[in-house]
């Protein structure tokens, strides 16, 4: 199966900062990467697609970005709303999609 | 508006099998794929399987053949069933629904709100 690593796993910030997480794959996967936010208590929420492509009702402050085994998900003008945990996702493998472990967002 | 809603059992002991249901209303079952998803303390979220109206259905190998999903389009649900469970299945089981954009991809793009089950003697 396709190993996934975040990093960091987690990070402080403040409101209106730029924020980044890496996602790393342990083989290529072109650009078969989705990105999800999560709230504590709720299901996961898809923020991009396929690498870069926002998905419907999503901020444009959330930019994603990369290839291959290497990712990264920006998020610019960081608001309130945005602390939560990130997840990776890949769906190269479709026989088994995997997860990263996840990045936390807290205030600082 | 699409949405899901998972049904289970809540505690469950050792040994036994794990049923779950989700239902899905605002959409066809049949335009699409469907899978269920866990997350536990221990392995973070974790694919379990996926399925469609057509038959198709794809299981995570590291469930070594526990698994049994199916789809009911009459009563516009789709279930999980789990055997032999142990406490390292305790986790929140959800189900979501693979979208379908212009992009060939799976994506995970509507999820119920998760149930968590225990296991526990």
């Known amino acids: 199966d396709i190993q996934m690593t975040q990093s960091p796993s987690s990070l402080s910030a403040s409101v209106g900062d730029r924020v980044t997480i890496s996602c790393r794959t342990s083989q290529s996967i072109s650009s078969y990467l989705n990105w999800y936010q999560q709230q504590p208590g709720k299901p996961p929420k898809l923020l991009i697609y396929a690498a870069s492509r926002l998905h419907s009702g999503v901020p444009s402050r959330f930019t994603g970005s990369g290839s291959g085994t290497a990712f990264t998900l920006t998020i610019s003008n960081l608001q309130p709303e945005d602390f939560a945990t990130y997840y990776c996702?890949?769906?190269?493998?479709?026989?088994?999609?995997?997860f990263g472990p996840g990045t936390k967002v807290e205030i600082k | 508006q699409v949405q899901l809603q998972e049904s289970g059992p809540g505690l469950m002991k050792p040994s036994e099998t794990l049923s779950l249901t989700c239902a899905v209303s605002?959409?066809?079952?049949?335009?699409?794929?469907w899978s269920w998803i866990r997350q536990s303390p221990g392995k973070g979220l974790e694919w379990i399987a996926y399925l469609h109206s057509t038959g198709s259905t794809k299981h995570n190998p590291s469930l070594e053949g526990r698994v049994t999903v199916s789809v009911d389009t009459s009563r516009h649900q789709f279930s999980l069933n789990l055997t032999s469970v142990t406490a390292a299945d305790t986790a929140v089981y959800y189900c979501?629904?693979?979208?379908?954009?212009?992009?060939?991809?799976?994506?995970?793009?509507?999820w119920g709100p998760g149930t968590l089950v225990t296991v526990s003697s």
């Open positions: 996702q890949q769906s190269w493998d479709t026989l088994q999609f995997t």
């Open positions: 605002g959409d066809s079952i049949s335009d699409y794929y």
């Open positions: 979501a629904r693979h979208g379908a954009t212009t992009v060939d991809i799976d994506l995970f793009d509507v």
